[in-house]
């Protein structure tokens, strides 16, 4: 093991595959259902950080990926609400001009 904590090369390169692989299908999943997600874009950025970061645990060791996780929800959490505040209010935006326009 490195200073770095990473085992090996190969190990590297297989989990970047596996973390290339799993956001191409990620993001075809997401534009499928995109009409239905549109207001959950927050989510799936924090679900795709959580896979990066459990991958990562098994190259840097738990206790760092615990502590980039710790400073992922520090600078995430601010905007995982901005983005359910932002959406709040575009469906109430939403909601007046439909009443507006059923008069």
């Known amino acids: 093991m490195d200073s770095n904590g990473i085992t ?9 595959i596996a ?3 799993f ?3 990620y993001n075809a999943m997401v ?3 995109q009409k239905h997600t549109q207001h959950y874009t927050a989510e799936f950025v ?8 459990l991958v990562s645990g098994f190259f840097i060791g738990w ?3 615990g502590t980039v996780l710790v400073l992922f929800i520090a600078s995430g ?7 359910w505040i932002r959406a709040a209010r575009d469906e109430e935006a939403a909601k007046k001009i439909q009443k507006e326009t059923m008069k």
Do not use: W, Y
């Open 19 to 21: 973390l290339l692989v």
């Open 46 to 53: 924090v679900f795709g950080v959580l896979i990066t970061i």
């Open 31 to 33: 534009e499928r259902f």
């Open 23 to 25: 956001g191409i299908a």
């Open 8 to 16: 090996n090369n190969t190990g590297l390169a297989i989990a970047f």
């Open 77 to 83: 959490l601010p905007m995982m609400i901005g983005s």
């Open 63 to 65: 206790n760092n990926a």
